[in-house]
């Protein structure tokens, strides 16, 4: 992520100053380090640091993207807004994997597997909420309860591991409060090693439960049901986030007459919720995103600004 903000910041003729999280500084050093050899002294680096040292970037910066949790988006966004300069906030996601009868049920589920438990669902376009349509929740449950039994959970260091440790014990042990006493539909096993594990679940949570509100950010999501797909677009939609939504089905028309309808800012059939095009604008709707897309023309354009001018002839002089 750092690299995909940072690459049209410098191609549009900007100096880039990188704030990683606290708990990932490793990275955003070793970005830096790459780049010493492509780039002029100074015009890439790296402050690690937590509030006192974000704050003062905002307060100095001449434009912010930021990439994190709603609350402090919300406050970056404001922050910057304040000061008349642009900022873009990309935050929470809730998505939704809406499944249909007639879709390919195995391949639905290798996706949705991949997106719930991959990087340990650390990432915003995980997949939180799976809605199983009509027909499609029994083969559906049959075909996650073996990905997610298969699924490889252990070291990130073997090329084979899908799911991973968790980023910290407070987001391991956030995760595991959070499905606590839920009836378990499909898991995998965490593994008996050191490190933050958490095994990958797929759960059934009443209405109104947390994890149909919140962004939990770790390798668990819930089953629901929905009559028709009508009642599935409601499901996806009733929830303060809309980053990502995916819908598997094997043919289009229902999926067009509903696209327009489901309140999320990018839709993806017949593919994993989790992922990105690096040439398509990236972002979400309500509280999923502030300010222009990421990624793609839209990328440069947030970081250059636009002038018109405006030439009249001299005067005295033949137009």
């Known amino acids: 992520m750092p690299s995909w903000k940072a690459a049209p910041a410098l191609a549009a003729g900007n100096a880039v100053v990188l704030k990683p999280a606290p708990q990932a500084t490793a990275c955003a050093l070793l970005l830096a380090e790459t780049l010493q050899s ?19 970037l905002v307060g100095t910066a001449d434009a912010v993207s930021f990439t994190g949790s709603t609350a402090v988006g919300a406050t970056v966004a404001g922050a910057a807004t304040a000061r008349g300069i642009p900022v873009q906030a990309e935050t929470g996601g809730l998505n939704a994997a809406v499944v249909l009868p007639d879709a390919d049920i195995g391949r639905a589920a290798a996706h949705i597997a991949s997106a719930l438990a ?6 915003c376009t995980a997949t939180s909420r799976v809605i199983a349509v009509g027909a499609a929740m029994e083969p559906l449950r049959a075909a996650l309860a073996k990905e997610l039994g298969d699924l490889p959970v252990g070291d990130p260091a073997d090329p084979a591991t899908v799911c991973g440790p968790l980023i910290s014990a407070a987001a391991r042990d956030r995760v595991r409060e959070a499905a606590a006493g839920l009836p378990v539909v499909a898991g995998g096993t965490a593994p008996d090693a050191p490190g933050w594990y958490t095994a990958p679940l797929l759960v059934e949570a009443p209405h109104g439960h947390r994890l149909l509100r919140e962004e939990v950010f770790g390798p668990v999501a819930a089953l629901l049901p929905a009559r028709d797909l009508e009642e599935a677009v409601r499901l996806n939609n009733a929830v303060p986030y809309g980053l990502v939504t995916s819908v598997h089905t094997a043919g289009l028309d229902a999926v067009l007459h509903v696209l327009d309808r489901l309140d999320t800012g990018m839709i993806r059939v017949n593919a994993s919720s989790a992922g990105v095009d690096f040439h398509l604008p990236f972002g979400g709707a309500k509280s999923s995103g502030h300010g222009p897309r990421e990624q793609g023309r839209t990328a440069l354009e947030f970081y250059t600004a636009g002038r018109t001018y405006t030439l009249a002839p001299a005067a005295g002089k033949a137009t």
């Open 118 to 123: 991959g990087y340990a669902g650390q990432k």
């Open 38 to 56: 492509a780039l002029p002294d100074g015009l890439f680096a790296v402050v690690p640091g937590g509030v006192e040292e974000g704050t003062a």
